[in-house]
C-alpha cells in the first residue's frame, strides 16, 4: 500500500496575493513567509514592525489583531530593548486608529478590582493592627466607590491609634 500526499511550501504561495487579501490565515501565512526572508536577511526587528503596521492598516478587528500580535510577537523575536520601540509604536497606532488595548468592559473590570483591592487592603491593616474588625466597618467600607475616598481611609487606618478612633472618623466622614 502507498500513500502519497500532496505538499505545498508556505513559501510557494503568492506572496502579493497574501498582502492584499483580508483573510486573517492569509496573514498568518505571510507572517510565516516574513520570517524566514528575515531570518535570511538579518533583519527581523523591521521585519516585526512592518508586519505588525500592516495588521492594523487591514482593520481586523480587536480579537483577531490580539490573536495576530500574539502569532507575530512568537514568531519573529527580537531583542527586549527592540520590543520596546515595538511596543512603542503600537501604541501609536492605536492612538491614531482610536483602538484601545483595553476595551471599557475590561477598563470597568479593573477599576472595579482596584476598588476591592483597597477595600481589602484597609481591613486587612486594620485587622492587623487592632485584632478583629466589626463587620459594620466592613460593610461601610465596602460601599465606598471612589478611590481618593479609599486612599484617605487607607491612610487613617495607618494613623489612626484604635479601632473606635478609625470608627468614629468613618462614621462622622468627616475631613482626613
Known amino acids: ?18 498582502e492584499k487579501s483580508d483573510n486573517p490565515i492569509a496573514f498568518v501565512v505571510l507572517v510565516s513567509q ?3 526572508k528575515a531570518e535570511r536577511r538579518g533583519d527581523k526587528f523591521n521585519t516585526k514592525l512592518r508586519l505588525m503596521r500592516m495588521m492594523f492598516d487591514k482593520g481586523y478587528d480587536r480579537e483577531y489583531i490580539k490573536g495576530l500580535l500574539e502569532f507575530i510577537d512568537w514568531s519573529i523575536q527580537v531583542s527586549e530593548k ?4 515595538i511596543l512603542e509604536e503600537i501604541k501609536k497606532i ?5 483602538m484601545p488595548y483595553v476595551t471599557s468592559f475590561e477598563r470597568i473590570a479593573i477599576k472595579k478590582g482596584a476598588l476591592i483591592n483597597s477595600r481589602e487592603m484597609i481591613l486587612e491593616l486594620l485587622d492587623e493592627r487592632f485584632g478583629k474588625v466589626p463587620s459594620e466597618i466592613s460593610v461601610i467600607i465596602d460601599k465606598i466607590d ?3 475616598e479609599l486612599r484617605k481611609y487607607h491612610r487613617l487606618a ?3 491609634s484604635s479601632l473606635d478612633e478609625f470608627k468614629k472618623m468613618l462614621n462622622g466622614n468627616s475631613e482626613l
Open 146 to 148: 471612589d478611590k481618593n
Open 82 to 85: 527592540e520590543d520596546a520601540l
Open 34 to 36: 516574513e520570517k524566514e
Open 1 to 18: 500500500m502507498l500513500f502519497e500526499y500532496p505538499t505545498f511550501r508556505l513559501m510557494d504561495y503568492d506572496h502579493e496575493g497574501l
Open 94 to 98: 492605536e492612538e491614531i486608529n482610536k
Open 158 to 160: 495607618i494613623r489612626c
